[in-house]
């Protein structure tokens, strides 16, 4: 067990749809990231959160939305699905935004129908 | 950019051998990390083994050891005394750095296969 919880563990929705991710990193953590694993994409950095401030954004949707709460949990929203959102999502955290770890939650497994 | 190749998509290996997963890198940052994860059907990422550039050590844990070879850009995962436990897919990734935040760059993973 890495620490991180993320829920739900699996998430089916239909195209058009809203849903949210959340994330609880390990104890003492600041530092989240969320990441995106697809079959055709591979796993793709998203965007990263430290104490409760976006640090780093990669190839995240302008449908797609974070952010981090004071408790330093995290949400991700994606909006408008679509077919092609259907992957997992994986949450991660450590306790620097530069660390020599990062350990990650079980996956959110994501299918748009 | 920074870029991880791994160029075996799968391997398939008797229990108990060792086995060494191969991958290399490119980056232009004189300080990076290496980092391995072990991803087994059920879909967790299973963090393994972290190198980084300025280490004068191969890192070890338990079972697994990376071999750095930095003049070679390689970063090769060797599992000694392999397990049927160890089937999996294997992922290795470089931590990029750009001012002050981080974020990993995997490859496309390898898959392994241990045979009874």
């Known amino acids: 067990d890495s620490g991180v919880t993320q829920t739900p563990k699996h998430l089916i929705t239909a195209t058009g749809q809203r849903v949210t991710l959340r994330c609880s990193p390990r104890?003492?953590?600041?530092?989240v990231y969320w990441y995106q694993q697809s079959l055709d994409q591979g796993l793709q950095f998203l965007i990263q959160?430290?104490?409760?401030?976006?640090?780093a954004k990669g190839n995240i949707l302008e449908r797609f939305s974070a952010q981090q709460f004071p408790d330093l949990h995290s949400e991700l929203n994606l909006s408008s699905l679509e077919l092609g959102d259907s992957a997992l999502y994986f949450c991660?955290?450590?306790?620097?935004?530069?660390?020599?770890?990062?350990?990650f939650g079980q996956g959110t497994r994501l299918t748009v129908v | 950019a920074q870029k991880i190749t791994q160029t075996q998509p799968g391997m398939f290996v008797q229990e108990k051998e060792a086995v060494t997963l191969d991958c290399t890198y490119d980056t232009s940052d004189p300080s990076y990390g290496l980092f391995w994860y072990k991803q087994p059907s059920s879909g967790e990422m299973i963090f393994l083994i972290y190198?980084?550039?300025?280490?004068?050590q191969n890192a070890t844990e338990g079972r697994y050891s990376l071999n750095f070879q930095k003049a070679r850009k390689s970063a090769n995962l060797v599992i000694s005394a392999s397990q049927l436990g160890d089937s999996a897919m294997y992922f290795c990734?470089?931590?990029?750095?750009?001012?002050?935040?981080?974020?990993?760059?995997f490859g496309q993973g390898t898959r392994l296969t241990i045979n009874p």
């Open positions: 190198q980084g550039s300025y280490d004068q």
């Open positions: 991660a955290s450590s306790k620097r935004p530069a660390n020599t770890e990062a350990f």
């Open positions: 104890s003492g953590d600041l530092s």
């Open positions: 990734a470089m931590r990029e750095i750009r001012e002050g935040a981080q974020k990993l760059v």
């Open positions: 959160y430290y104490n409760g401030e976006e640090r």
